[in-house]
């Protein structure tokens, strides 16, 4: 039994030995030289094509029911007045409605409520820049009493990124080739590649898109231009 054992352990050790020799016969995948690890980044910048921002409705009155009945109605022109400019109901969301007493505070007395605020809010999403300053003016028409934002992003950022990620890699690749030089080697091939990306805050409008917003009549808007950037960690092979 004993002598059984030992062969069969004698076996498996020569198995693992032939399995790890074959696994390491790969000479074109084995790391023989200098490992580096190189951080990168690539930014690439356009002008935005979609903007979001928020408006609503706050109204008082004596009496809650009196509050949200009037805020209603004023926020049901709101609505008719977004669906008027052009922009689809897809695009056009309710993201708050409250209801809340309003206080009138005197020292050393009870608190008393003295009115009531009732707030509508709705966020949109405007594909067509240039109507922009059209739709915040018609909501502002129609009884807004609050207009946040807005906001501006890329719809499509994948060619956008697809540049920054091209610039990235070029840079990463011009100092793995100067670390090369440096130590009297060269880059024999790229080990492995992470990627970290994120969008980038609107560049602030220029001075002449701020003479011309304020020539105008209607709501100034000055898109600017939006920016997204990819970080990339690269590790590079360097030979003699």
Known sequence: MQRTLKLFTAGLLAGLVAFTTGCGSDD??????TLISISAQGEASQAPDIANLS??????????NAAMQANAK????LMQAIKKAGIEDKDVQT????????????????????????????????????ELSAVIDAMAAAGANQIHGPSFSIGEPEPLLAKARDKALKQAQARAESYAESLGTKVRRIVSISEGSHGGMPRP???MEMAAAKDSASTPIAPGESSVSVNLELVFELEK
């Open 28 to 33: 074109k995948n084995r790391t023989s030289g």
């Open 55 to 64: 408006a609503g409705v706050v109204t008082e009155a004596d009496d809650s």
């Open 74 to 77: 004023q926020m049901e022109a």
């Open 95 to 130: 993201s708050g409605i409250s209801l809340n007493p309003r206080y009138d505070y005197q020292p050393n007395s009870e608190r008393k409520i003295i009115a009531y605020q009732a707030r509508n809010t709705v966020s949109i999403t405007v594909h067509k820049l240039d």
């Open 205 to 207: 409008m220029a001075r």
